[in-house]
């Protein structure tokens, strides 16, 4: 499956962004999502996830700021994120995983990436 992020950019603490990943080439549905993002000089880290029936797990860091979401109508999904930190800056990821019914935070579980879009958060 391909997988297109888009939606980074430049903002300021405090502001609001969405990221979406569509998907084609696949049957989107059934499968597992995830967003990771990878800032510079670490490591790609967990985000969120979501399964084609809506169960969902965030990364603690990003609990109650992040929310990921998917249409599956649209092959299409999202995460729409608050109250940007600076420590947010990061490229992020999206990814899909098939033949798992629960929200997967290991990246070793997915199948295939996106190529990351960038949201940089400036103080």
């Known amino acids: 499956v391909q997988l297109q992020a888009s939606g980074g950019g430049l903002v300021q603490a405090g502001d609001s962004l969405r990221l979406s990943c569509a998907a084609s080439?696949?049957?989107?549905?059934?499968?597992?999502m995830g967003w990771f993002r990878q800032a510079p000089g670490k490591e790609r880290e967990f985000t969120a996830s979501i399964t084609s029936s809506g169960s969902i797990n965030y990364a603690h860091s990003v609990e109650g700021r992040f929310t990921v979401s998917r249409d599956n109508a649209k092959n299409t999904v999202y995460l729409q994120m608050h109250m940007l930190k600076p420590e947010d800056t990061a490229v992020y990821y999206c990814?899909?995983?098939?033949?798992?019914?629960?929200?997967?935070?290991?990246?070793?579980?997915?199948?295939?990436w996106g190529q990351g879009t960038l949201v940089t958060v400036s103080s």
């Open positions: 990814a899909v995983a098939y033949g798992y019914n629960r929200p997967l935070r290991s990246s070793r579980l997915y199948n295939d």
């Open positions: 080439g696949r049957s989107f549905s059934g499968s597992v």
